[in-house]
């Protein structure tokens, strides 16, 4: 072989691997996901575990009007979803957001301090409480599929509850009661 050939087959060689290096990193998977969060699927009704939570819909509401010690009009409807979470073995902080259909919905923010869920979590201590979402009405009339997702922490490379429920299960009112979370031992 000749310099010349050599070289030639070190720069074909050297293109070919940027090629390829360039087609591979245009595969790789995003940072979101690959610490995404792993869900554990489950449904109202029925006691969801994952790894730093356990969480178990009691029941959900739909009002327009909130029943705090000033009453509060939702933008859209009240979406309440009464739940009981225990954590871990770890004083854990719970987050939470509502899918309904293909949105999502973060708590509101708009209910007096210690109203709603969202304190932290006590180790062997069971929480009862609701967690309160201002949503669409047009989702609602659609009965659009509702999934509550709860985890603790900052959900990275963590177990996240993604627990499906039944729109017609919802219970309709004018006015709903949002008491403080309950807390007893486990």
């Given amino acids: 072989m000749t310099p010349t050939t050599r070289r030639a087959g070190r720069v074909l060689a050297v293109a070919a691997a940027v090629a390829a290096s360039a087609f591979i990193w245009h595969d790789l ?9 792993f869900e554990v699927q489950g ?6 575990s994952g790894h730093a939570i356990t969480a178990t819909v009691t029941g959900v509401r739909i009002a327009a009007v909130l029943n705090t010690p000033k009453p509060v009009a939702a933008i859209g409807r009240w979406v309440l979803v009464d739940i009981e979470i225990e954590p871990g073995d770890t004083v854990e902080y719970p987050h939470a957001e509502l899918a309904v259909g293909s ?8 209910l007096p301090p210690g109203a709603e869920l ?14 309160v979402f201002d949503v669409d009405p047009s989702l609602l009339d659609a009965r659009a599929p509702l999934t509550v997702r709860l985890w603790v922490g900052d959900g990275r490379l963590d177990s ?4 499906a429920i ?12 949002v008491a403080r979370p309950d807390r007893a031992a486990s």
């Fill in 29 to 37: 998977p995003s940072n979101s996901a690959i610490y995404a969060p």
């Fill in 43 to 48: 449904t109202a009704a029925e006691r969801v």
């Fill in 103 to 110: 949105d999502t919905y973060a708590p509101t923010d708009r």
């Fill in 118 to 131: 969202g304190q932290a979590l006590q180790p062997g201590i069971r929480t009862r409480g609701s967690w």
């Fill in 160 to 163: 996240r509850l993604a627990i």
């Fill in 166 to 177: 039944d729109p017609g299960a919802a219970v309709g009112m004018q006015t709903a009661q």
